[in-house]
T-cell receptor
Framework: DVKVTQSSRYLVKRTGEKVFLECVQDMDHENMFWYRQDPGLGLRLIYFSYDVKMKEKGDIPEGYSVSREKKERFSLILESASTNQTSMYLC?????????????FGQGTRLTVV | GQNIDQPTEMTATEGAIVQINCTYQTSGFNGLFWYQQHAGEAPTFLSYNVLDGLEEKGRFSSFLSRSKGYSYLLLKELQMKDSASYLCAVFSGGYNKLIFGAGTRLAVHP
């Protein structure tokens, strides 16, 4: 059974804290993605990675950074959390290549910054 | 720029048919996906189109026209459990960057 696991379902952090969201996949996928999901705005791409140590900015990278030191793990870092980063964060992974390269999602992390 | 548009909300009656449209403008195209997302849950895969035409999968079908930048998801014999958000997503770019539309919230009524 394919699996994408996010380290926390719910997280509460204080303004200014450094926050790490972890995502691990067991499917040997090359691509990994971080999205945030807000009501009325859908899933917005923050960063994605197509290989170890490789990353590309998505549509809303400001205030975030990422790390991919191992193929199975993709971390999202909020350097200094702010209240406008309160959101649902979703991680996904997919294989490279053509054809039906379906993306699989983790269960999401609901982050509240107070 | 990159843009994926879907209607925000739709309502339909149990047993009926509903069509959810999606238009896209992206730099590069490597396929279009439809995902279903129930409230509080992760998105789950429904369908994939990369060539023009209709893909049928049980009660769900998806259509693609690459020249028009247009897709639709057709849901037949609607059931109450089909009440969910439906997300249109495009793989674009050399490394399969996956971009989503804002989603269409479908409410199915008895």
């Amino acid at each position: 059974d394919v699996k994408v696991t996010q380290s926390s379902r719910y997280l509460v952090k204080r303004t200014g804290e450094k926050v790490f969201l972890e995502c691990v996949q067991d499917m040997d996928h090359e691509n990994m993605f971080w999205y945030r999901q807000d009501p009325g705005l859908g899933l917005r791409l923050i960063y994605f990675s197509y290989d170890v140590k490789m990353k590309e900015k998505g549509d809303i990278p400001e205030g975030y950074s990422v790390s991919r030191e191992k193929k199975e793990r993709f971390s999202l870092i909020l350097e200094s959390a702010s209240t406008n980063q309160t959101s649902m964060y979703l991680c996904a992974s997919s294989p490279h290549g053509t054809g039906n390269t379906e993306a699989f999602f983790g269960q999401g992390t609901r982050l509240t910054v107070v | 720029g990159q843009n994926i548009d879907q209607p925000t909300e739709m309502t339909a009656t149990e047993g009926a048919i509903v069509q959810i449209n999606c238009t896209y403008q992206t730099s590069g195209f490597n396929g279009l996906f439809w995902y279903q997302q129930h409230a509080g849950e992760a998105p789950t895969f429904l369908s994939y189109n990369v060539l023009d035409g209709l893909e049928e999968k049980g009660r769900f079908s998806s259509f693609l026209s690459r020249s028009k930048g247009y897709s639709y998801l057709l849901l037949k014999e609607l059931q109450m459990k089909d009440s969910a958000s439906y997300l249109c997503a495009v793989f674009s770019g050399g490394y399969n960057k996956l971009i989503f539309g804002a989603g269409t919230r479908l409410a199915v009524h008895p």
